[in-house]
């Protein structure tokens, strides 16, 4: 696992929302999966 995996699990579980953002907003990886994490995610929700 990378460093920033384990610290985007730490914040998760830590619930710290903010660690969370601010280890996401920036990071390549998160950027590629960003629309299957979220946007794919909150559709499903709905429907």
């Known amino acids: 696992m990378t460093e920033e995996f384990l610290e985007l699990m730490d914040a998760y579980t ?3 929302i903010d660690r ?3 280890l996401g907003k920036d990071s390549p990886l998160f950027q590629e999966y960003a629309d299957l994490l979220l946007a794919e ?3 499903s929700w709905i429907v």
Do not use: A, D, T
């Open 14 to 16: 830590s619930q710290n």
């Open 20 to 22: 969370m953002y601010g």
């Open 41 to 43: 995610r909150n559709k």
